[in-house]
């Protein structure tokens, strides 16, 4: 069945990835990003290579107001949402006490309330509708602490574990929620955290490598999605090391 597939940070990276693999699936795509030049690249793209039906709408999702404003756009053009791929993320690689205010709050506003409020609005029509599918794009980072990058890293385990709960409440209704766990991933990204030089993010999986396995686990409706063969043992030696540990290697790592 064509569904109708909403995917903030759609432009580029691994939300324009999945966009392609929902048009291969004949789904009706919304992209929304800040570029409007980068949102037409991608619904070009989109249209021919899939002759996919794709929409498109710029908008700051790191505005405070951004996820109802979305959301009268919705109400307005009459369009309903069946998946819901909340993808928009920002991070920045700054020791806490000297990063730039206005950067970790915009980051916490994308990252963490916009996600939110966004899941708020559009899950009680899933319900109602009796079917739907919320992916929320947590990180590899969730698992762990992130010195250097402490907000960015904290933003990612709240999603997680926002996910985690909301599988549970949502259990025995036709609505999936998934947590997308990616490790390093090579997109645009990594320059904007200013990570892309780090030993960290050396032998980065490849956007297409990790979107293949992230699609097949949202077909399967998994509660959580961790691509790479690498990155899947991370929660579980988390859990077998000492936090100060895991922390003092993360530092190390990620200076
Ligand atoms: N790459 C990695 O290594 C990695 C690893 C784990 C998790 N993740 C997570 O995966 C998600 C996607 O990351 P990515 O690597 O694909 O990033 P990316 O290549 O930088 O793409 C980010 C997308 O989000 C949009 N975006 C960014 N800020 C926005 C804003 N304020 N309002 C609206 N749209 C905005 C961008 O378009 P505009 O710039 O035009 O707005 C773009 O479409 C993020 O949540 C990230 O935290 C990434």
């Not at 966009?19 to 030049?37: E, G």
């Not at 908008?59 to 069946?82: P, R």
């Amino acid at each position: 069945m064509q569904q109708v597939v909403l995917i903030t940070g759609g432009s580029k990276g691994i939300g324009f990835a999945l966009a392609k693999k929902f048009c291969q699936d004949n789904h009706v795509v919304l992209l929304v990003a800040r570029s409007k030049s980068e949102l037409a690249t991608a619904k070009k793209t989109l249209e021919q290579q899939y002759r996919a039906k794709v929409l498109t709408l710029p908008l700051d999702l790191s505005v405070a107001g951004s996820a109802k404003q979305l959301v009268k756009f919705l109400t307005k053009e009459k369009i309903t949402i069946d998946i819901l791929v909340n993808n928009a993320g920002s991070g920045d690689k700054q020791a806490f006490a000297t990063a730039d205010s206005e950067k970790v709050l915009s980051m916490l506003q994308l990252n963490v309330i916009m996600l939110t409020e966004l899941t708020h609005l559009l899950l009680p029509g899933m319900l109602k509708r009796n079917r739907g599918h919320i992916i929320n794009l947590a990180s590899i980072a969730g698992y762990l602490p992130g010195p250097n990058m402490a907000v960015y890293y904290a933003s990612k385990a709240y999603v997680l574990s926002f996910t985690r709960s909301l599988a549970e409440e949502l259990r025995g209704t036709a609505v999936a929620v998934t947590a997308v766990c990616p490790g390093r991933t090579k997109t645009a990204f990594a320059a904007r955290a200013q990570i892309d030089e780090a030993l960290f993010f050396r032998g980065a999986q490849s956007v297409e490598q990790a979107t293949e396995e992230i699609y097949r686990g949202i077909l399967a409706k998994k509660t959580e999605i961790i691509p790479g063969f690498l990155n899947k043992p991370i929660p579980f030696i988390v859990r077998a090391l000492p936090v100060w540990l895991i922390s003092r290697l993360m530092a190390k790592v990620q200076r």
